[in-house]
């Protein structure tokens, strides 16, 4: 049973930081591509940044230069760190899981979590 468990959301003033985390169980293989999605209301779900299993990282533009994700291949952990946020990341957050990049790439592939809220407060 592959799992993915978010943690680290919550409500931030405007310009403050935040941490998400995601653990995975299971079967290593399946999470060489991971990363974090985000969906704000009434918005389609984006890709926030992702990485790959060597540490290759992509990000979105509105986030470049403020968020950071990384990961612990050992204990099949992803994180995001969020700097300098703005009322517009207000979100879900979802950790994603996918054998490859490609995989990650299509909403019905992979593994999701359950979410997690950001909101940031202006």
């Known amino acids: 049973q592959v799992q993915l468990v978010e943690s680290g959301g919550g409500l931030v003033q405007a310009g403050r930081s935040l941490r998400l985390s995601c653990a995975a169980s299971g079967n290593i293989f399946r999470f060489a591509a991971m990363g974090w999605y985000r969906q704000a209301p009434g918005k389609e779900r984006e890709m926030v940044a992702t990485i790959t299993y060597g540490g290759a990282t992509k990000y979105a533009d509105s986030v470049k230069g403020r968020f950071t994700v990384s990961r612990d291949n050992a204990n099949i952990t992803v994180s995001l760190q969020m700097n300098s946020l703005k009322p517009e990341d207000t979100a879900v957050y979802y950790c994603?899981?996918?054998?490859?990049?490609?995989?990650?790439?299509?909403?019905?592939?992979?593994?999701w979590g359950q979410g997690t809220q950001v909101t940031v407060s202006s």
């Open positions: 994603r899981a996918a054998a490859t990049m490609d995989l990650l790439d299509r909403p019905n592939s992979g593994f």
